[in-house]
């Protein structure tokens, strides 16, 4: 924001400042019993007791800001707007208010502040124009609330959209973000020239872990089995709970023969950390030629599918020969 002219922000802030800095702690103090009502707020009050400092602290900075040379109020703008955006974020992870309450929690912190500072100028007995102060004024409150809500609907969106391709129980990404998954990698494979299986895995015996030890120590047991997924090898980010004892593996730049050896290792880590508790695995190296579009990937699921039920049968031949 430029203004037209000269301003005498020395003059101004010898006019003001101490009127506007006196008022904040009554700013607070309605702003406090305008939300009073509200649970949430209260709730939210008791487990972060430094609210009112922090907004004291704020308005403070804020107050100070307006008296500002040009270039100087413009890097404090600029540094603010980066701090509500920051300050936004956090609210939303705190995840104590809906949007609606944030409204009504920014509506009432900017209204209070209204009415004290529009009084508190009005009260000081001087012929000096404040209209370049109020102007200022406004344009703080107005990019704070702007950048605070930026912030608040990124986080937000980003919760949302984790929730949406993410199991619940094991925070693995889950079947539906599947497809778009594996599209992607696969435009990158034919990019950089590089192979990428699926491997389906089947936790053994996991209903019999259920009904011996009840729900709640079978979901523990499938958290543990999904770190191990996860952890398969280095930077992995490609492991996907598909319902119940079902995952699938999607593995860039790995050959078959390599993620064979990966899911023998990871049977016999599943082995040492759950008595009793093994894996059934099928793999399928996908066509990184073929046209990813028209990709069958249901087809070679079920491909996989049909190799792990085969390695069932064979495992079992083995265990009770004849």
């Given at each position: 924001m430029k203004m037209e002219g000269f301003i005498p922000w020395t003059k101004l802030n010898h006019t003001y400042a101490q009127a506007l800095h006196t008022i904040i702690p009554k700013v607070i103090e309605d702003h406090l019993l305008d939300m009073s009502h509200i649970k949430e707020f209260r709730s939210y009050v008791e487990h972060y007791?430094?609210?009112?400092?922090?907004?004291?602290?704020?308005?403070?900075r804020s107050c100070d800001a307006l008296f500002l040379p040009e270039k100087e109020y413009e890097r404090y703008i600029e540094k603010d707007y980066e701090e509500g955006v920051h300050v936004g974020i956090a609210f939303a992870k705190r995840n104590y208010f809906t949007i609606d309450l944030m409204l009504?929690?920014?509506h009432s912190t900017r209204m209070c502040s209204i009415q004290r500072v529009l009084k508190a100028i009005k009260d000081v007995e001087t012929v000096i124009d404040s209209s370049p102060i109020i102007e200022r004024f406004f344009d703080i409150t107005n990019k704070r609330q702007n950048s605070f809500f930026k912030g608040y609907i990124n986080e937000q969106n980003k919760k949302l959209k984790h929730q949406s391709i993410r199991d619940p129980?094991?925070?693995?990404?889950?079947r539906r973000y599947f497809y778009p998954y594996v599209?992607?990698?696969?435009?990158?494979?034919?990019?950089?020239?590089?192979?990428?299986?699926?491997?389906?895995v089947d936790f053994n015996n996991f209903k019999e872990i259920n009904d011996r030890r009840g729900h709640q120590e079978g979901d523990r047991v499938l958290k543990r089995f999904a770190r191990c997924l996860s952890n398969i090898h280095e930077g992995f980010d490609g492991a996907f709970r598909f319902g119940g004892d079902e995952f699938v593996l999607v593995l860039s730049a790995c050959s078959e023969d390599t993620a064979e050896k990966l899911a023998q290792n990871l049977n016999e880590t599943i082995k040492q950390i759950e008595k009793g508790a093994s894996i059934s695995y099928g793999l399928i190296q996908l066509p990184a030629d073929s046209f990813i579009e028209g990709l069958n990937l249901d087809m070679y699921l079920n491909l996989a599918d049909k190799r792990m039920y085969e390695n069932k049968q064979y495992t079992k031949k083995i265990k009770t020969p004849e």
């Open positions: 007791p430094d609210y009112s400092s922090h907004l004291s602290q704020t308005l403070h009504h929690l920014t129980l094991t925070s693995l990404y889950n599209k992607e990698e696969l435009v990158r494979a034919q990019k950089e020239g590089f192979p990428i299986t699926l491997v389906l």
